[in-house]
């Protein structure tokens, strides 16, 4: 891996154009050192991360604080390879058992359909309430996340059985009705939708995402039924053999499921379809890398 320090925030302005108190930074700096944060290009998840956050400091400068941070650059021999950083482990998403909850980019208040998007989640879980995820850049995709929180029933298909049956059949309308109306305000611009499933027993977690892009509503549906068993395969294959993933992703483009890759407790991706591209990618950003080290 091929490191080096980036500014992570200050006490001036953050992310939200507002000020950070100096307790929030303190709390990025230990959220930083007790876990694993992997960087994913433009926040897309279609490739495995590039890299990860290693250590964070706080220090100040001319009067203001700045948390600085140590990034590391995968390189190619870190493919498949086990690069621990202590006990710590990459952080995926929390969601409590049983519960769903709807995360949206900028594009959906740009496009005005914010309204579409609480309606879906009231009919998922009228407990939980929708978040804005922010993006560090002009977002390039339309994404729109799904999160279930499942507990320790390792099967993707017993969510979607509930979410196209009799008792989801108003959730998936209204689905279907946001994915044409994304579509019709937005034709230009790649969809992503993403659903990520937690996966959590008393031994450890693990996060599956499948990822939809640009799908059709007409044929969503059967997409999914049929795939499903074959993501459930996936997980259960690596459950019996023991592999320790912490997150595994699927891929569904042109009507075609893909097992994409998968990403170990330490951060590195493995298992991955795509690898020369991947790698690709790797030397194309160690070209930035190392002009600006």
């Known amino acids: 891996m091929l490191t080096k320090q980036v500014p992570l925030s200050n006490d001036q302005v953050d992310k939200h154009g507002e000020r950070m108190s100096l307790g929030s930074l303190k709390s990025m700096v230990s959220q930083t050192n007790s876990k694993i944060i992997s960087s994913h290009v433009e926040h897309d998840f279609s490739f495995p991360p590039i890299g990860r956050m290693d250590h964070a400091e706080l220090f100040e400068h001319n009067g203001v604080n700045w948390v600085v941070g140590e990034f590391a650059l995968f390189e190619s021999s870190d493919i498949d390879s086990e690069n621990p950083l202590g006990d710590r482990e990459v952080v995926v998403h929390e969601q409590d058992e049983g519960s769903i909850s709807l995360k949206y980019d900028r594009s959906y208040e740009l496009s005005g359909i914010t309204a579409d998007v609480k309606e879906l989640q009231a009919l998922l879980d009228n407990e939980t ?8 850049s002009v977002e390039p995709i339309s994404t729109l996340t799904i999160m279930i929180g499942m507990g320790a029933t390792f099967a993707v298909a017993s969510f979607f059985k509930g979410f196209f049956g009799e008792a989801g059949k108003e959730s998936w309308q209204a689905f279907k009705k946001l994915i044409i109306k994304n579509k019709e305000i937005n034709p230009d611009t790649e969809k992503h939708y993403q659903f990520i499933f937690i996966f959590q027993n008393e031994y450890y977690k693990v996060e599956v995402m499948l990822l939809m892009k ?18 459930d395969e996936k997980i259960n294959e690596y459950y019996e053999q023991e592999v320790r993933a912490k997150r595994i992703v699927f891929i569904i483009e042109n009507s075609l499921l893909q097992h994409a890759y998968s990403v170990r407790r330490c951060g590195t991706p493995f298992d991955i379809a795509d690898v020369d591209g991947y790698k690709k990618l790797l ?4 070209i930035d890398f190392t002009k600006n080290t």
């Open 214 to 231: 640009n799908p059709e509503p007409e044929n969503f549906e059967e997409l999914v039924k049929v795939n499903q068993a074959a993501i």
């Open 283 to 286: 030397e194309s950003k160690k």
């Open 129 to 136: 309430e929708t978040e804005y995820e922010l993006k560090k």
